[in-house]
């Protein structure tokens, strides 16, 4: 796979998009689900979880119940039920989405030889797939605090465990700076973050997916390759 890619190319080869996201959650969690009718199954997923990050944003995922969310999507309690038996479960299966999707992607770049290409497509990679799945990364970096300590946990050892990746390709790029490479992978991550945190920033400016992706790798491979 090619090193250089834009936001439109991704989006045919993403693990995880707009659409087949409620699939995903379907079949991941069919022994919690008990709506057996995949139609309307994926449609009430898609509900649920647009209307749990649009009352997280409003109220706080800590003031949200149940009720409102009912409120919001219009399902009963009971069908709800269906879904999820918690708050706990929710916070849980977006976090599950988060990692799946970020721990997938470096698989589809192992076959770049070179450091900096494999680096580029990562970065790209890392960022289109936080574009499309905003809501989910804003609220596992906002709301990580909601999970159970177990959850807690294991959003950690999978933020390491991608910083790590990372640190490993750039600790393979010829003749970089000396220094840390697990230190820049924690930045190249920071700027991630930055991008899908604090979107009204890159909207104020007319940055879109390609043009923050494009400075971001002008950054890295200037300065690696210093």
Known sequence: MAA???FQQFQAVTPLDGVNIWAYLLDRYADRITVKRRKPALENLEKIFN????LA???GFRAMNLRDLCGETGLSMGGLYGYISSKDQLAE???DVVRHA???LPKMYTDIADPLDRLEALMRASIYVSEILQPWF???FMDSRVLQAEQRSTAKESEMHVQALYADVIAQVPG???GSPDLVAAHIMAMFQDWYVKRW???AADIDPDRFANSAVRMMRGYLSA
């Not at 209307?51 to 649009?54: E, I, L, N, S, W």
């Open 176 to 178: 970089r700076p000396q």
């Open 138 to 140: 804003y609220f596992v």
């Open 102 to 104: 970020t721990h997938e």
């Open 93 to 95: 299966m977006i976090e």
């Open 57 to 59: 944003n409003e109220v």
């Open 201 to 203: 920033k890159y909207r």
């Open 51 to 54: 209307a749990t990050f649009k």
């Open 4 to 6: 250089q890619f834009d």
